[in-house]
Each structure stands twice: as C-alpha cells, then as structure tokens.
C-alpha cells in the first residue's frame, strides 16, 4: 500500500523566509502528484499538480519539484507570508489518492 | 462557477441516528471521493465511485454508506453502526483520465451531542 510522508509536521519561519517543505512516497507507480493548501476548518485548495512525465510546475512564489524514482516531492515557497499560514498537504494519486499528514506552516511576521 | 458543494458546514447527530452529508459537483467529474480528517491524521478514504451506480469501498467503510444516482451528486450517510463519527468529512471530485487534478468541497464537521 502506498504510504506518503511529509517533513516536518510543523514549521515556523519568519516573514521573508524561502522554505522547502518535503514530501516522499513508498511507491513510484504514481500518475500524478498534488500540494494542496488546508485553512483551518475548511477544504482543500489545490496549488499544484504535477503529472509524472514532469518534473516541476510553478505559480507564483511557488514551485514544486517531482523525482519520481526517488519517491520525492519538494514544495518550495519563496519570500513566505503570514497568508501562507496554513498545512500544506501532498497527495499521490495512483489507483486511488493517498495523503501524507501534512506540514503546518506558521510565517510570524 | 464551477466547484463542489458540501452541505451542511456544521452537523450533529444523537446517539442511534443515521444522518447524511451532501456533496455536489457541477465540474461534469466522473470520480467523486468521500474523506474522513481526523486531528493529527491524514486524510482516510471512505468511498469512492468512478461511474455512476457505481462504488467502491475506501480503507473506512464500515459504518457508512453512499449513492451515486446522478453524476453531480454523492451523498454519504453516517449510520448508526459508525461507533464514532465525530470528524471533519471531505468530498472531492476528479475528471477522467489519468492527469487530472482533485478539487475538494469545504467540508462537513459532524458532531455526535
């Protein structure tokens, strides 16, 4: 079965700060990989997709990263925000889609 | 605009009852997905349906149950077997095709009172 892990659970940075947040996954046999955004309390608001045959996508002050082989995904966030505040999850979707746990994110500005 | 609709926000349920959530989607997705977030855990699988009346059975089925009757719409009822449903319910809808992106409702937070 597909196991996702996301590292760290929690992070604190200052305004300003890039950050890079990880994610990996026990089984490459994926179609796509997706970041999401969770505010507390509400849904899911997708930032990223990356299908497998790519190895990067981009929006705004985001960019993530897919190494497939490796079973890795980066999300990197450049010159964070206090808006960037919430968990960021990642999820893989094989014949079904499985989700890490999440990193919750804190800019202190 | 197109999205996916989860109703209620706020729902609570006595002890005994069955209740269901709701979730709708005018994106024209073939797969609808239901969710259980509980604190501290990722996101588990309930159900899912990849055709209209047509599901299958997620990693925590037990205790619940759902419908796919029209393509927009995957209600989920919580049963009375369903030993402890107090959660956060998230439904999420994705196209055909293997290279599509997941878009998820805002949520259902059902209490047992």
């Known amino acids: 079965k597909q196991e996702v892990t996301q590292i760290p659970a929690a992070l604190s940075v200052p305004e300003g700060e890039n950050l890079v947040l990880n994610c990996s996954f026990t089984?490459?046999?994926?179609?796509?990989l997706q970041w999401f955004r969770q505010d507390p309390g509400k849904g899911l608001t997708s930032l990223l997709l990356i299908q497998s045959s790519q190895r990067e996508q981009t929006s705004g002050r985001l960019n993530a990263s897919l190494d497939k082989s490796s079973g890795r995904s980066t999300l990197y966030i450049a010159a964070s925000q206090p808006g960037d505040s919430a968990t960021y999850l990642c999820?893989?979707?094989?014949?079904?889609?499985?989700f890490g746990t999440g990193t919750s994110l804190t800019v202190i500005p | 605009d197109g999205g996916i609709t989860q109703s209620p926000k706020y729902l609570f349920r006595k002890e005994g009852q069955n209740v269901t959530l709701s979730c709708e989607q005018n994106l024209n997705h073939d797969a609808m997905y239901w969710y259980r977030q509980d604190p501290g855990q990722g996101l588990r699988l309930i159900y899912y349906s990849q055709i209209v009346n047509d599901f299958q059975k997620g990693d925590i089925a037990e205790g619940y149950s759902v419908s796919r009757e029209k393509k927009e719409s995957f209600p989920l009822t919580v049963t009375s077997a369903q030993k402890n449903p107090t959660a956060f319910y998230l439904c999420?809808?994705?196209?055909?095709?293997?290279?599509?992106?997941?878009?998820f409702g805002q949520g259902t937070r059902l209490t047992v009172v």
């Open positions: 089984d490459s046999a994926i179609y796509n």
């Open positions: 999420a809808s994705m196209g055909a095709g293997e290279y599509t992106e997941a878009f």
């Open positions: 999820a893989v979707d094989g014949n079904q889609f499985y």
